[in-house]
């Protein structure tokens, strides 16, 4: 049965066709027994209109306007030949259904006024013919299956149409989602870029610092380069452990460490990499002022990366002899950030490009994670010497 409904699916003009058959051998086998009862209808003249009908029964699916001619022109012949009905006439049903569901439009309202006028004109041809509708009832009769088969017709255009859309909806939201998600992942790898630029820059740069202060003093004071070789240790451990966790995220099917894959600093471990840089040589005076209280993660993330950046930036262009203080102010609408150096200091430009090199994300990065949460910042030289960055980070009420 599945195979024969799968023929069926697949060759639908050879099933019209075979149903074409049927009616040419319904209607040829009906007039012949009429013409031999003594009706005036000869073979001769009911074969071309049974044959036409039967031409638009088989391809009325591939051809429906064109079919819906010859229909007409087959039913002005059986009117004027004197062909009465026959079971060929089925045919005419079925191109006028066939037209409405997939006919152009125009096709449509036309197989709909011949299927109505079509009793009319057998009534005024045959007016004593019981079978062709000698009064207003039988004019009626006939003319609703024409009339359903049309609506029937309309109402799976209609509903084809309404399939049609969804699915170009559906498609259209498929492709509006794989652009999200590619907009997502760009972004997603924009952030771990940044995350990156600040765990590298500032472990680096402690690790560089304790290196060259290891170096000096390795002959005068082994105990000290000692300290400053495990301070390099330490920080090259953290550093590579902050990476590994930042690159599972470009991995595919990684599992997750610790229920997350980014390490996600917040307020209260600014302490600590104040005094990791104080353990490096960098002076910070660190004080916080108002109440703490708990922060939306962001915001938290946020305040932390920016002090850690602008406390690389210090000890890079700073000089030996600089130090910095960081003050943490909590506003009832906002977290304040205030980090100021008294180093000499590198032009402007260098810390919008992020360094010397000019390869780093400097200022702009830091810019880029204060418009995130919707903060401002204001950078630029102190007027006594040194660099100043203030930061406002507005505190979202938690819902």
């Known amino acids: 049965m599945q195979r024969l409904y799968d023929f069926f699916r697949r060759h639908p003009t050879g099933v019209d066709g075979f149903w074409a058959v049927v009616l040419f051998g319904f ?19 009911v074969l071309p209109t049974v044959a036409a009908l039967c031409v638009v029964m088989t391809l009325r699916r591939r051809l429906p306007e064109a079919m819906l001619v010859l229909s007409v022109v ?14 060929a006439n089925f045919a005419m049903l079925m191109i006028v259904y066939t037209v409405a569901a997939v006919g152009a439009r125009w096709a449509s309202r036309v197989a709909l006024g011949v299927g109505v006028c079509a009793a009319t004109a057998a009534q005024l041809r045959w007016p004593g013919d019981a079978s062709g509708g000698g009064n207003v009832v039988t004019v009626v009769f006939l003319t609703v299956p024409f009339v359903l088969a049309w609506v029937l ?3 799976m255009r209609t509903r084809r149409a309404y399939l049609a859309q969804l699915e170009e909806r559906a498609a259209r939201l498929e492709r509006e989602r794989e652009a999200q998600a590619k907009v997502a992942v760009a972004a997603e790898r924009a952030r771990i870029a940044r995350e990156l630029h600040d765990v ?116 890079k262009h700073g000089g030996p002899d600089a130090g910095a203080s960081v003050r943490l102010v909590y506003f009832d609408d906002g977290l304040g ?6 180093g000499k200091g590198a032009p402007h430009e260098l810390y919008e490009e992020g360094g010397a090199d000019g390869q780093g994300h400097g200022l702009i990065g830091m810019r880029e994670r204060v418009g995130m949460v919707g903060g401002t910042l204001d950078a630029g030289p102190r007027p006594g010497g040194g660099f100043r ?11």
Do not use: W
């Open 389 to 399: 960055i203030s930061v406002l980070l507005p505190l979202k009420p938690a819902h």
């Open 27 to 45: 209607a040829f086998a009906t007039e012949t027994a009429h013409h031999e009862a003594g009706r005036t209808d000869s073979p001769a003249v």
């Open 74 to 87: 087959a039913g002005c012949a059986q009117l004027v030949l004197g062909v009465g009905i026959n079971a």
């Open 200 to 315: 590298v820059a500032h472990n680096v740069s402690v690790m560089v610092v304790q290196a060259d202060g290891a170096a000096y003093v390795l002959d005068a004071a082994p105990d000290q380069a000692k300290k400053a070789l495990e301070t390099i240790s330490s920080t090259g451990r953290q550093a590579l452990a902050e990476m590994r966790r930042l690159l599972g995220v470009l991995r595919t099917g990684e599992h997750r460490e610790s229920g997350e894959y980014v390490p996600q600093p917040d307020v209260e471990q600014i302490e600590d990499l104040v005094q990791q840089c104080r353990g490096s040589g960098l002076p910070v005076d660190f004080k916080v002022e108002g109440t703490a209280r708990p922060l939306p993660s962001g915001v938290e993330l946020t305040a932390y990366r920016i002090v850690q950046e602008a406390l690389t930036n210090t000890r």
């Open 337 to 342: 950030l205030l980090v100021e150096d008294d």
């Open 153 to 155: 017709g309309d109402s």
